[in-house]
């Protein structure tokens, strides 16, 4: 089995969160032979905090970058993954991964993620699920997560498809259009909630910038510039009233996303992969998103046996 596997993690101010990561990471069953970790201009303790752990953990590589003086999700994330990235040969690697610095990973969370690509050949992106502590009931909660796509604070990628897909786009709903790129092109993309892996999320969804409800508008933004029908947004918007914080956070995804549309603001450039997209969607809505991705995922085995079957 493979198992030679590169992490990137972009970070910025993480020194309330990062030593779990950290800490649960040089556990795992089986270690990253290299993790570049990329300081996106930090003024906390966290260029402290990474020091030691470079010089404690020769597998880990510290990349700094100039502090532009506030945290940038989105785009800003996926320069910061780029420019770890791009110290690195991905050739000599197997799998790529992209992880955040708020998570607690369980101990045998990549060897499982391997075997499972080992596997399934098919399969070139994936991950577990997360769930964050009720600050309430102090509970372990789901974040309620779909299994069609990886999880973008856990992305876990064959190089192989990562290169074919063209990598992450710099714009919001990075995470969401690469699993649409993965299945137009053949691959199969999918998370799992099975008790190796499920992580810790130490920071809900969506609140790193400012806050949840800044998160919603701007994942309606980022559904708008992926291509979402407005059937589609309407119905996500609609569940998402239901889940944490309630109403609001579904209401403030729908303006998000109407916001976009009154503006005119522009919109993914790839027609053809958001056409795709939205024919995905349709057939979420009338068959459920289970069926509608084992049915997509067969029909679109022959493009990708046409390129990998041996």
């Not at 993480?14 to 649960?24: C, I, K, P, R, V």
């Not at 369980?106 to 070139?124: A, I, Q, S, V, W």
């Not at 958001?274 to 995922?297: D, H, M, P, V």
Request: with cysteine; proline share 4%.
């Amino acid at each position: 089995m493979l198992t030679n596997y590169v992490i990137v993690s972009p970070c910025r101010n993480e020194a309330d969160f990062m030593l779990n990561t950290l800490d649960s990471v040089v556990a795992q069953s089986i270690k990253p032979a290299l993790w570049v970790i990329v300081d996106d201009g930090s003024t906390d303790e966290t260029p402290n905090i990474l020091a030691e752990y470079a010089e404690k953990y020769d597998f880990i590589q510290i990349v700094t970058r100039v502090n532009r003086g506030h945290r940038s999700v989105g785009p800003g994330v996926i320069e910061a993954f780029y420019e770890g990235l791009d110290t690195v040969d991905i050739q000599q690697f197997d799998f790529i991964c992209k992880l955040d610095l708020d998570l607690i990973m369980p101990e045998r969370y990549f060897e499982t993620l391997m075997k499972r690509m080992h596997d399934n050949p098919r399969l070139g992106n994936c991950s577990g699920k997360p769930y964050y502590i009720d600050k309430d009931s102090g509970k372990f909660v789901s974040e309620g997560c779909g299994d069609e796509n990886a999880i973008g604070a856990s992305k876990f990628y064959r190089r192989e498809c990562f290169e074919e897909i063209g990598g992450f786009v710099r714009q919001v709903m990075w995470d969401g259009i690469d699993g649409h790129r993965c299945r137009q092109l053949g691959w199969v993309a999918q998370s799992w909630d099975e008790p190796d892996l499920q992580f810790t999320h130490l920071r809900p969804m969506g609140s790193s910038q400012k806050n949840i409800i800044t998160g919603r508008i701007r994942h309606g933004f980022g559904q708008y510039f992926m291509g979402t029908g407005v059937v589609y947004m309407l119905a996500s918007g609609i569940f998402r009233l239901s889940r944490p914080p309630y109403v609001v956070g579904g209401l403030a995804m729908m303006w998000g996303y109407i916001k976009s549309a009154l503006t005119r603001v522009p919109r993914f450039e790839d027609a053809e992969l958001s056409a795709f997209i939205r024919e995905y969607q349709w057939a979420c809505l009338l068959k459920g998103k289970s069926r509608a991705t084992a049915e997509l995922n067969a029909r679109q085995e022959p493009i990708w046996r046409s390129k990998h079957a041996s």
